[in-house]
């Protein structure tokens, strides 16, 4: 790793791929915090959203995101999305255009493997890479809140700390590479099982004859709170909106990562497995586009689908 520790302080240039929901206000972010950002996303509509956020044109090409810059943050679905778009076939991707030095800092939600296979893969261009996925939902990245969970080199982590600080309000070194995505991951497991055993407690109690809303508060004002029950029952699930910015493919997906972790280390998790299965049929059954809240409505379907009373 060469030592660029100075650049990566204001006004330093900061590639940012992957503008949605969220990379679109931590780009911003990073804008009004005085980088230099380099932001795209093959999506138009994506890149004149973050125009009119930041108030700045987007770069036309990942390669651009890349080209003379001190450090790259991919914000995108996956690990094999960072892996496609940076790689392309081999390393013929959007790093060609990098300089020695760069660091990739992948703030998408990845499996470890994948995220330890991309190092290997830029470590003989001299790219050093740094895991920080996210939590806290599109609200916490408007405000720069953040939960991240950042895995690498202890100096690489350190080097890319001044851009964390604008995005989080919670920042974790976790350890090793690959370790920010394996917490990422083991935080959504608990989160969905969390969303589910809470959806289950309002559609057992309404068929009881409970008032879902009462329901709801008796939940927040006892040891059954959680974030679900604080966040997204009311404002989510019984209001119908459900939007609150995270989508069920996304969920599903990070509990086959967290449920992957523990087999691969020989680790009995029963209730991971299970939530792996309901989510992964959920998102099946319910469709592109889902929001993960939706899982209320999946869970509704069952219970009317065994029979019980409406």
């Not at 740094?130 to 939960?147: E, I, N, Q």
């Not at 350890?175 to 497991?189: E, I, P, R």
């Not at 969905?192 to 959806?199: D, E, I, S």
């Amino acid at each position: 790793m060469s030592d660029r520790g100075d650049e990566l302080a204001p006004p330093a240039a900061v590639g940012f791929i992957g503008l949605g929901q969220m990379g679109t206000p931590m780009a911003a972010r990073l804008v009004q915090a005085g980088f230099s950002v380099k932001a795209y996303d093959r999506a138009e509509d994506a890149r004149r959203d973050f125009e009119t956020a930041a108030g700045i044109a987007a770069v036309a090409s990942a390669g651009a995101a890349c080209e003379g810059v001190a450090a790259v943050i991919t914000m995108l679905p996956d690990g094999r999305v960072v892996r496609e778009v940076l790689c392309g076939a081999g390393t013929d991707g959007a790093v060609a255009a990098a300089e020695r030095g760069t660091c990739i800092v992948d703030m998408s939600s990845s499996s470890p493997v994948d995220t330890l296979a991309l190092a290997e893969a830029l470590g003989p261009l001299g790219l050093s890479v740094v895991d920080a996925p996210v939590s806290g939902g599109v609200k916490r990245a408007l405000d720069g809140t953040l939960a991240i969970m950042a895995g690498g080199d202890a100096d690489t982590v350190r080097r890319v700390m001044p851009l964390l600080t604008v995005l989080g309000g919670s920042i974790f070194a976790t350890g090793a590479l690959g370790s920010g995505h394996a917490m990422k991951a083991l935080n959504n497991y608990v989160s969905a099982a969390g969303l589910v055993a809470a959806a289950e407690a309002v559609i057992v109690g309404s068929h009881f004859g409970l008032d879902p809303l009462v329901i709801v508060e008796v939940l927040n004002a006892s040891t059954g709170r959680n974030n679900s029950t604080e966040n997204k029952l009311k404002q989510q699930v019984l209001s119908g909106d459900f939007a609150s910015g995270f989508a069920m493919s996304l969920m599903a997906k990070d509990l086959h990562t967290a449920a992957g972790i523990a087999r691969h280390l020989g680790v009995a998790a029963p209730l991971a497995e299970a939530c792996e299965a309901l989510w992964a049929e959920a998102d099946s059954k319910l469709g592109a586009g889902a929001d993960h809240t939706e899982i209320f409505r999946y869970l509704t379907q069952l219970q009317a689908a065994s029979g019980g009373k409406p």
